[in-house]
């Protein structure tokens, strides 16, 4: 079953714009992760944040976490034309120890040159 | 370098057949999963491993197998009780969380894409 619900589902900004994504997620969890998958490839891991934190940075990304809205937001700074991509959010419920992650249906970004 | 490699890149299926994708890893780590994407959607997940010898069901594993005989390898077998085999097939491995903790990212290959012929 697909816990997290991304919005908006297409995205297109300019180059040099910032980009905001959002996941909601339904039941407690350990951690989000964020996912970048460009066209016929496979998923590159972003960014990991716990369920303790509120925000994280790596590079010109951000994340933040709120646990009691049960929601996450993915913001990209001075967006590249690189960063034309699907991104993924996925939740972390560890079951018996493995981890089960249960992604997004994704955000579809175009940034336009 | 490390990493994760998935054969064939594309793969056709005929009716009535059963069909194998490789994934392979020698990043040693002792989880491994197996996901389904269709187009514009999320991954779904098939079946995972945790160690050699031991695989559980994911939320989709009607029509497909799997083994793990080694620590490197944990193919794929899309039987013919799959009816909708058509979707881009993704591996992916993880350091275990029982030795090292939670919170650890998923690495994962470049895909197959499966049609049927």
């Known amino acids: 079953s697909q816990q997290g619900e991304e919005d908006p589902q297409a995205l297109s900004i300019q180059e040099g714009e910032n980009a905001t994504m959002n996941c909601s997620y339904k039941?407690?969890?350990?951690?989000l992760q964020w996912y970048r998958q460009n066209s016929g490839r496979g998923l590159v891991h972003l960014i990991l944040?716990?369920?303790?934190?509120r925000e994280k940075h790596s590079g010109r990304l951000r994340v933040t976490l709120d646990t009691s809205k049960k929601s996450s937001s993915l913001l990209i700074t001075a967006s590249r034309a690189a960063d034309t991509a699907s991104y993924f959010c996925a939740t972390d419920t560890q079951i018996q120890g493995a981890q089960k992650l249960v992604f997004g249906q994704g955000t579809r970004l175009t940034i336009n040159p | 370098d490390g990493g994760i490699t998935q054969s064939p890149k594309y793969l056709f299926r005929k009716e009535g057949q059963n069909v194998t994708l490789s994934c392979e890893q020698n990043?040693?780590?002792?989880?491994m999963y197996w996901y389904r994407q269709d187009p514009g959607q999320g991954l779904r997940l098939i079946y995972y491993s945790q160690i050699v010898n031991d695989f559980q069901k994911g939320d989709i594993a009607e029509g497909y197998s799997v083994s793990r005989e080694k620590k490197e390898s944990f193919p794929l077998t899309v039987t013919s009780a799959q009816k909708n085999p058509t979707a881009f097939y993704l591996c992916?491995?993880?350091?275990?969380?029982?030795?090292?903790?939670?919170?650890?990212?998923?690495?994962f290959g470049d895909g197959t894409r499966l049609s049927i012929l």
């Open positions: 039941t407690s969890i350990n951690n």
């Open positions: 990043l040693n780590h002792d989880a």
């Open positions: 944040i716990r369920s303790n934190e």
């Open positions: 992916a491995s993880s350091i275990d969380q029982y030795t090292r903790g939670s919170n650890q990212p998923q690495h």
